[in-house]
């Protein structure tokens, strides 16, 4: 389509030219006149034809930049996705560690959970809150037949003793909120 309007174009300014440019001459002069008109429509067609390459190359160009950037946008993207899915893998992982019998695997929860805060400051409040409800939760004593199994003498004696200071208050009862005495609302920072 293109191709066809400019040899359309450079066949109409030859003709014009031709006729035009060469009216009323003879001889020498009519063919020199003829061929300038010829090497002019020629060069209008030639000037045509590398203006429309011109746009073409930068249609392409564009075009190609244009798909470049959304397939950056689309990695970054997916980039940030693996990375918010390995933070909330992880998280719910450590979450369900804190959850186990065992205080070994609940400690190393408790690290993993640490390990996160340290690694991605978005995360820090929300995991220090985890901690705080972690540590507000009841705690019940193990049953005596419970803390006797594989504890040594002295871990036994130290369970049936009375703590110095601990006064008649039971340690797996809270006081209820209306007895606490007001807290002042902290927000802690996990900075290393």
Known sequence: ???????????????????RATAGLTGADLVKARLDALKIGLSIGVGSGGVVALYLAWRRQHS???????????????????????????????AELLGSEKAPVRLS????????????KSQRQTI??????????????PVEKDRDEGASAEQREL??????????????????????????????????
């Open 1 to 19: 389509m293109t191709a066809v309007a400019i040899t359309i174009l450079t066949a109409g300014a030859v003709i014009v030219l031709w006729w």
């Open 109 to 120: 929860g408790l690290y993993a959970l640490e390990r996160l805060a340290q690694d991605n």
């Open 64 to 94: 190609t930049e244009a798909s470049l950037a959304h397939q950056e946008r689309t990695a970054d993207d997916a980039r940030t996705d693996a990375v918010e899915r390995r933070i909330t893998e992880m998280y719910l992982k450590a």
């Open 159 to 192: 369970y049936r003793e009375p703590r110095e200071g601990a006064g008649t208050r039971s340690p797996t009862r809270r006081p209820t909120p209306a007895q606490r005495p007001p807290q002042p609302q902290l927000r802690h920072r996990l900075l290393g």
């Open 128 to 141: 220090v809150n985890v901690f705080c409800a972690y540590l507000r939760m009841s705690y019940d004593l």
